[in-house]
């Protein structure tokens, strides 16, 4: 693996002690029946959805990184597939999370398109990594 792999991958490991507290938080929320949460099917969706949309890219990202470095591709589109693979798992989750913050929010706001901007991210890195591998 190589250095910047490897330092990307330490990162997204420690990120991992932020998916879990969002877990906690969640469940906190749930056992606890904090107001704004059960009762706000709006909120309660996105908070999941950036919850398991968090952990899930985290792992994809991980993975992903142990093929970038097997891609025949330059060192710049090297660089941009690590840096758009892993704005996704940051991105998209703050988009949920941050559209409906306030607990009486019953529509997202416009941070939802953090969302979009994540997956285009998701998108463009993860294509740039298959065009390398091919």
């Given at each position: 693996m190589s250095p910047a792999s490897a330092t990307t991958a330490g990162i997204l490991l420690i990120t991992v002690t932020g998916v879990g507290y969002g877990g906690l938080t969640l469940l906190t929320a749930i056992l606890r029946k904090v107001p704004g949460y059960l009762d706000n099917p709006v909120r309660r969706g996105l908070w999941?959805?950036?919850?398991?949309?968090?952990?899930v890219l985290v792992l994809f990202s991980l993975v992903a990184l142990l093929y970038l470095d097997q891609?025949?591709?330059?060192?710049g589109l090297r660089t941009l597939a690590r840096l758009l693979i892993v704005a996704a798992p940051i991105l998209m989750p703050l988009g949920f999370f941050l559209s409906v913050a306030r607990p009486s929010d019953t529509r997202p706001n416009r941070l939802i398109l953090l969302t979009v901007l994540g997956g285009a991210a998701l998108a463009a890195g993860t294509l740039i990594l298959g065009i390398g591998l091919l």
């Open positions: 999941r959805a950036g919850h398991a949309h968090a952990g891609a025949d591709l330059p060192d």
